[in-house]
Nanobody, 120 residues
């Protein structure tokens, strides 16, 4: 299962940006989706997750500013980022987990990463 992420870019502080990530392949079921980010010199950190039932989870630093959502029909996950600040600058990675193929094999796939830069 491959993931294709898009939507990164350069924005000014206070602006908004949306990220998208879609999975392709013989997907049977998706159990979880999420976004992670890695800033220069730092470890990759969880940003937000959304479970199959729609329950969401956010890192404290983005609560109230970021919204994760999913489109089950498209096997896609989105991240709407508002009120961006320079501390949000990082490479953002999407992650989707689930089952695929006739044997219902499990997968845990990552997108290629998309750069988000917040700077004036």
């Amino acid at each position: 299962v491959q993931l294709q992420a898009s939507g990164g870019g350069l924005v000014q502080p206070g602006w908004s940006l949306g990220l998208s990530c879609a999975a392709s392949g013989s997907i049977r079921s998706i159990s979880g989706m999420g976004w992670y980010r890695q800033a220069p010199g730092k470890q990759r950190e969880l940003v937000a997750t959304i479970a199959r039932g729609g329950v969401t989870n956010y890192v404290d630093s983005v609560k109230g500013r970021f919204t994760i959502s999913r489109d089950s029909a498209k096997n896609a996950v989105y991240l709407q980022m508002n009120s961006l600040n320079p501390e949000d600058t990082a490479v953002y990675y999407c992650n989707i987990r689930g089952f695929y193929g006739s044997m219902w094999s499990s997968f845990d796939s990552w997108g290629q990463g998309t750069q988000v830069t917040v700077s004036s």
